[in-house]
T-cell receptor, first 115, second 108 residues
């Protein structure tokens, strides 16, 4: 039973560029959440997708957008990259949607470095 | 707004010592869920325990136990007889909101 997978593992981008990160949820899970984890900090909730719609959003600017596909996989897009966007981006999946009541299973993350 | 505070930044213990990680939360919701996750050096967060707000019974699972007290908005996590493999960063979470984490270092 495959867990949550994310690609790529590492990414280096330049300020102003755009980036797309990908996530495949654990088998049987239909809800995907994205988090940003800066060095030495806790994960910060970006948004959550269920049934191909954004259901909840954290305090992140519109530069952060996402998508969920019919197979439940998801993408996180960040436009106009800033140095401050450098972080570990975590994807988490859960079965069903209950506004944060489900146990989340996390992927290994994508380390984004913006230079 | 929801908030989770983990005041302990780093804790160092010697193997076999018991250690308690503190978590204080803020919420106006009457129904909510609290979680503890572990992030080992490999980086992947691992689920440990979940507690809902309407069940204040404290439990023990192996070397792990937790103390949920609604009156003080606390959800503390205890590891009994710590082991070197317990070294990691531990996060308390209230639904989708995470604390800043407590780094636990267990030395032999």
């Amino acid at each position: 039973d495959a867990g949550v997978t994310q690609s790529p593992t590492h990414l280096i981008k330049t300020r102003g560029q755009q980036v797309t990160l990908r996530c495949s949820p654990k088998s049987g899970h239909d809800t995907v959440s994205w988090y940003q984890q800066a060095l030495g900090q806790g994960p910060q909730f970006i948004f959550q997708y269920y049934e191909e719609e954004e259901r909840q959003r954290g305090n992140f600017p519109d530069r952060f957008s996402g998508h969920q596909f019919p197979n439940y996989s998801s993408e996180l897009n960040v436009n106009a990259l800033l140095l401050g966007d450098s972080a570990l981006y975590l994807c988490a999946s859960s079965p069903g949607w209950t506004s944060g009541g489900r146990v989340q299973y996390f992927g290994p993350g994508t380390r984004l470095t913006v230079t | 707004a929801q908030k989770v505070t983990q005041a302990q930044t780093e804790i160092s213990v010697v193997e076999k010592e018991d250690v308690t990680l503190d978590c204080v939360y803020e919420t106006r919701d009457t129904t909510y869920y609290l979680f503890w996750y572990k992030q080992p050096p490999s980086g992947e967060l691992v689920f440990l325990i979940r507690r809902n707000s309407f069940d204040e019974q404290n439990e023990i699972s192996g070397r792990y136990s937790w103390n949920f007290q609604k009156s003080t908005s606390s959800f503390n996590f205890t590891i009994t007889a710590s082991q070197v493999v317990d070294s990691a960063v531990y996060f308390c979470a209230l639904r989708l909101v995470f604390g800043t984490g407590t780094r636990l270092l267990v030395s032999p």
